[in-house]
């Protein structure tokens, strides 16, 4: 089972800041946290990971609480796009992500 | 870099015959693959392990003499489901580790939409 819970739904207006939560109060010591989104019937993108500091790159920000029990995402300037579920995920068993339920992230114009 | 393909992108069979799904990692080497299946309007379910060279490990209650599993080289894995039947209609993804990767990233095929009739 997945390690973490995600708001079902969130909306955000286009050209502004979204900032998508993920508790993971169980997570391990020497686990990654990862995003990824998937756009209607593709397949999961990879968007960020980070350990315990807070990571940037040209798609989004991650910003992880100091305890590590849960973790922002940001997408700076949200598009039409961006419209899309994004999951966030704990890795639990060497290998292996295990999906939860995500967040279905409407940009709206 | 970092592409994973998947051949056929949709199937439709008829109930009782077994279709072969294919994954391939175009541009890397992947040690270990993914398979997982998804429901309309559900998440991802893993669904199986492959390690290239060794038997697949598949996950409780996926069964293994339905779903087979073959990862013959370091890019590509196939997976057959055997004997079809409507209730095995989904959407099934593949995902790829990068051999050597530091961070356990995966990388995403299409997917594979199957229906049977």
């Known amino acids: 089972d997945a390690k973490t819970t995600q708001p079902p739904s969130m909306d955000c207006a286009e050209g502004r800041a979204a900032n998508l939560p993920c508790n993971h109060s169980t997570i391990s010591g020497n686990e990654y946290v990862y995003w990824y989104r998937q756009i209607h019937s593709q397949g999961p993108q990879y968007i960020i990971h980070g350990l315990k500091n807070n990571e940037t790159n040209e798609m989004a920000s991650l910003i992880i609480t100091e305890d590590r029990k849960s973790s922002t995402l940001i997408l700076p300037h949200a598009t039409l796009r961006d419209t899309a579920v994004y999951y966030c995920?704990?890795?639990?068993?060497?290998?292996?992500?295990?999906f939860g339920s995500g967040t279905k992230l409407n940009v709206k114009p | 870099g970092a592409v994973v393909s998947q051949h056929p992108s949709w199937v439709i069979c008829k109930s009782g015959t077994s279709v072969k799904i294919e994954c391939r990692s175009l541009?890397?080497?992947?040690?270990?693959m993914f398979w997982y299946r998804q429901f309309p309007k559900q998440s991802l379910m893993l669904m199986a392990t492959s390690n290239e060279g060794s038997k697949a490990t598949y996950e409780q209650g996926v069964e293994k003499d339905k779903f087979l599993i073959n990862h013959a080289s370091l890019t590509l894995s196939t997976l057959t489901v055997t004997s079809a039947h409507p209730e095995d209609s989904s959407f099934y993804i593949c995902?790829?580790?990068?051999?050597?990767?530091?961070?356990?990233?995966?990388?995403f095929g299409p997917g594979t939409r199957l229906t049977v009739l």
């Open positions: 995920i704990v890795r639990e068993d060497f290998n292996k992500f295990y």
């Open positions: 541009d890397f080497q992947a040690t270990t």
């Open positions: 995902s790829a580790r990068l051999a050597g990767g530091l961070y356990n990233e995966q990388f």
